[in-house]
C-alpha cells in the first residue's frame, strides 16, 4: 500500500508562504488523482486542492484560489501545494490523500490512504 508523507509545515505571518510537499512511501501514486485537506481545531476536515493523474486537471476551494497551487512531479512521485497570500484562516493542519473514486474529488470519501498532516500555522 502506499503511506503519503506530507512536509514543509510551520509557522508563517499573515501574507507570507509555504510549499508543502507530499511525497509517495511504498507504493507509487503516480497513477492516482491526489488531493490536499486541511482541517482546523474543531472543524471539520475539508477540501483545498486536488490534481489529477497527468497534472491537466486540478481542482480547488473556492477559499484558496488565486493563492494556493498543487502541482506534481512524477519523477519524484510527489505532489506540491504551494500557499501564497496566506490568512490566520489557513491554519490547520493539511493532509494529503490518494483518491480511490473519482466521482466527487472534493469529497474525502472519495479519496483512501491519507497522510499524518502537516501543521500549518499563520500568526496575525
Known amino acids: 500500500q502506499v503511506q503519503p508523507v506530507e512536509s514543509g509545515g510551520g509557522l508563517v505571518q499573515t501574507g507570507g508562504s509555504l510549499r508543502l510537499s507530499c511525497a509517495a512511501v511504498g507504493r507509487t501514486f503516480s497513477s492516482y488523482t491526489v488531493g490536499w485537506f486541511r482541517q482546523a481545531p474543531g472543524k471539520e476536515r475539508e477540501f483545498v486542492a486536488a490534481i489529477s493523474r497527468t497534472g491537466a486537471v486540478t481542482l480547488y476551494a473556492d477559499s484558496v484560489k488565486g493563492r494556493f497551487s498543487i502541482s506534481r512531479d512524477s519523477a519524484k512521485d510527489t505532489v506540491y501545494l504551494q500557499m501564497n497570500s496566506l490568512k490566520s484562516e489557513d491554519t490547520g493542519v493539511y493532509y494529503c490523500?490518494?483518491?480511490?473514486?473519482?466521482?466527487?474529488?472534493?469529497?474525502?470519501?472519495?479519496?483512501?490512504?491519507w497522510g499524518q498532516g502537516t501543521q500549518v500555522t499563520v500568526a496575525s
Open positions: 490523500a490518494r483518491a480511490s473514486a473519482s466521482d466527487d474529488y472534493y469529497s474525502k470519501r472519495s479519496y483512501d490512504y
